[in-house]
Structures are given as C-alpha cells and as structure tokens.
C-alpha cells in the first residue's frame, strides 16, 4: 500500500507540474497576443466586447451598441484629444508621432463629425481605412447622413446607377488619375458596401421617449430591449409584451420598462 501510495503521489505531482507548465505557456502566450495586438484590433475588440443584445422580438439576437459605450469609446483615451487623435492615427495605420497636417485634419474630422462612419468601417475590417476615411473627409460625409442608402447586391451590380459610396470614389479618382495608377484597387465593392449597410444599424439605436405612444423603426434596426418578460397578454390590437429598455437609450422617465403592442 506504501509503495503504490507513493508511486500515485509521483504521478499526481508529475501531472500537477505539466498542467502548470501548460497553462504558464498558454498564459505567455496570450500576453504575447496581447502584446502583438494592433490599435485596429484593440479598437475593435472593444467594440464587439461592449455589444449588447436585442430582446425584441423582432430583432431578436441582433447586436447593437449602446450610446454610453459609443460616447466613451474613443473618449477613454489617456492624454485628452491629442491622444484620441494618435489613437485615431494609429488605428488607421498612420505613424502618430509626427503625423502630417492632413492627417491631422482627418483625425479631426473623424471625432468632430464622423465617429459613427469611422466605427463602422472599423467594425466591418473595412480593408483600405486610412483610405475610406480620406474619400468621407472629401466628400464631407458625416454621421447626419447616415443611414446609408441601401441596395441590394442586384442593384449594386446590374444598375447603371452607381451607389453613393462607389460614386464618391469615383469622382475623386477621375480627379486623381495619377493616384488611380498608383493605386488600381478599388476601396468600394459589392462586397464592402454590403457589409456596411448591413453593419451600420448596430450604431445607429434610436432613443425611445415615454411620451411617443407610437414608435416605428426600421425593421433591420436592433431595438435597445433588454430583458423580455416571459408573461405575455393579448390586447385589442395583439399581443402585449413586457420589455426593460436599455437605460442608455430610454428617456423622460425614471421607470425604464415598457409595455409594446405588436400586431398579430
């Protein structure tokens, strides 16, 4: 009984000192992740791990981004707007130390009027972003404008009528002939463009008043519920359902769970 005790308690701490080395080696190696990781994925980390989940039942499961989150996601940032500019930069792949005047003015542009369009094009791995956001600055497109006009993957190939995305590219390539040589790779594709329009409702969460009786969304827009009450009663116009709002998105009252009518 001694001898085999002894030969367990070796064993034991045999395979005690293989899961510590495992886990120190896969610790080491997720410092090393850490540390290798870009401010693109840093930023975009961040976003995808701030999402929230839609409870409706209609955009059920559908992700959006609170509006406190999106206030405080570049405003995190140490050092004031010097340092929400270098991390602008320094997402967008431009070295931040000594950054030109045009640039300068890009990071600017982004935080004063086109955070959402920058978020997006971040959230979607839009592949040419220093690129894209340069095309938005020339074209002053801002958050106000969106959402974007959307067509379907039909339209966008088969139409003579290009979408607006494609036809901003376009002018300033006819403007730039020597960059479209140097450059022939298109930023807007079906592709990318799809990608934006289905991605741009998850930053684009109404606020929902208590005092409008009657709310209509666009169907592809997550709504801010979430908890669903599992008790439903029918109504005169349906089905009635208890939802909690989402605090960042409710305003006017300080109860933050509301009764939603939706039609059989």
């Excluded at 975009?44 to 409706?56: G, Q």
Aim: proline share 4%; aromatic share 8%.
């Amino acid at each position: 009984m001694s001898a085999n005790s002894d030969q367990t308690k070796e064993s034991d701490d045999n395979q005690a000192m293989e899961m510590t080395s495992e886990d120190s080696y896969q610790s080491e190696s997720e410092a090393d992740s850490d540390s290798e990781s870009t401010p693109l994925q840093s930023l975009w980390n961040s976003l995808r791990a701030s999402m929230s989940t839609s409870m409706f039942e209609r955009t059920e499961t559908k992700l959006f981004l609170p509006r406190d989150t999106f206030e405080q996601i570049l405003s995190r940032t140490e050092g004031g707007l010097s340092g929400r500019r270098k991390l602008i930069l320094e997402v967008m792949g431009i070295e931040s130390s000594r950054p030109s005047e045009d640039d300068r003015a890009l990071a600017e542009y982004i935080l004063d009027s086109a955070q959402k369009v920058f978020l997006i094009a971040v959230y979607i791995q839009l592949e040419q972003l220093h690129a894209a956001m340069k095309l938005f600055k020339v074209s002053q497109y801002k958050d106000e404008k969106l959402p974007v006009e959307e067509r379907t993957a039909r339209e966008l190939d088969d139409t003579p009528r290009r979408h607006e995305f494609e036809r901003m590219e376009n002018r300033q390539r006819d403007r730039r002939r020597k960059d479209r040589k140097k450059n022939p790779k298109r930023i807007w594709d079906i592709h990318t463009i799809s990608k934006f329009q289905d991605n741009q409702w998850t930053f684009l969460i109404p606020i929902i008043s208590a005092h409008d009786q009657n709310c209509n969304f666009d169907s592809r827009c997550p709504i801010p519920f979430t908890t669903k009450n599992a008790q439903q009663r029918s109504g005169a116009h349906g089905i009635v359902y208890k939802y909690t709002i989402h605090p960042a998105h409710y305003k006017n009252s300080l109860h933050q769970v509301i009764h939603v009518i939706v039609q059989d």
